[in-house]
T-cell receptor
Framework: DGGITQSPKYLFRKEGQNVTLSCEQNLNHDAMYWYRQDPGQGLRLIYYSQIVNDFQKGDIAEGYSVSREKKESFPLTVTSAQKNPTAFYLC?????????????FGPGTRLTVL | AQTVTQSQPEMSVQEAETVTLSCTYDTSESDYYLFWYKQPPSRQMILVIRQEAYKQQNATENRFSVNFQKAAKSFSLKISDSQLGDAAMYFCAYRIFLNSGYSTLTFGKGTMLLVSP
């Protein structure tokens, strides 16, 4: 069954700690994306990657880092430099074979800073 | 900068009735794509419908259809024969392709749709 998985579903972090959110896809999609969602807000782009070993900053990249060592995986690290990390994080992917480049989303990770 | 505006924070509809959710966007591009996504209480983002800007015909997916007015930069979503399962947050999104070959997606703030029996 093809899809996008994110883990964990819920994550708690102490202030000053780095945490890594997992995103894996088995859709053979080329591009992957990370978004942040806050209450009353739409989704805001953190980072995106179109190919392995390459990624670009989105609108709110400060305090976050990513890697793209495999086509299937695009982990997001929330560093201690991110001042307000409590939010819902969504990962998405898309493929160039789809002319509309439609993005498909994972189930999300809820991060809470204690 | 491209922006997407959803002016209705919340809308209500009764089962079997029709409701229209509004979306306007600002862009100077001529080639782009527009999307409506649904986010139910599970928070999974689900694609509802998409529209290519160069197509004049409005997209339709079963009970969901759009009214795409390119000159007015308007992209509203019509839900016919509303069902309880349609209750969700609906996001309008705009996608452009950059000169680099990369693309980006910009979302509105969403409209919460309430469906009553």
């Amino acid at each position: 069954d093809g899809g996008i998985t994110q883990s964990p579903k819920y994550l708690f972090r102490k202030e000053g700690q780095n945490v890594t959110l997992s995103c894996e896809q088995n859709l053979n999609h080329d591009a992957m994306y990370w978004y942040r969602q806050d209450p009353g807000q739409g989704l805001r782009l953190i980072y995106y990657s179109q190919i392995v070993n390459d990624f670009q900053k989105g609108d709110i990249a400060e305090g976050y880092s990513v890697s793209r060592e495999k086509k299937e995986s695009f982990p997001l690290t929330v560093t201690s430099a991110q001042k307000n990390p409590t939010a819902f994080y969504l990962c998405a992917s898309s493929t160039w074979t789809d002319s509309t480049d439609t993005q498909y989303f994972g189930p999300g990770t809820r991060l809470t800073v204690l | 900068a491209q922006t997407v505006t959803q002016s209705q924070p919340e809308m209500s509809v009764q089962e079997a009735e029709t409701v229209t959710l509004s979306c306007t966007y600002d862009t100077s591009e001529s080639d782009y794509y527009l999307f409506w996504y649904k986010q139910p209480p599970s928070r999974q983002m689900i694609l509802v419908i998409r529209q290519e800007a160069y197509k004049q015909q409005n997209a339709t997916e079963n009970r969901f259809s759009v009214n795409f007015q390119k000159a007015a930069k308007s992209f509203s979503l019509k839900i016919s024969d509303s069902q309880l399962g349609d209750a969700a947050m609906y996001f309008c999104a705009y996608r452009i392709f950059l000169n680099s070959g990369y693309s980006t997606l910009t979302f509105g703030k969403g409209t919460m749709l309430l469906v009553s029996p």
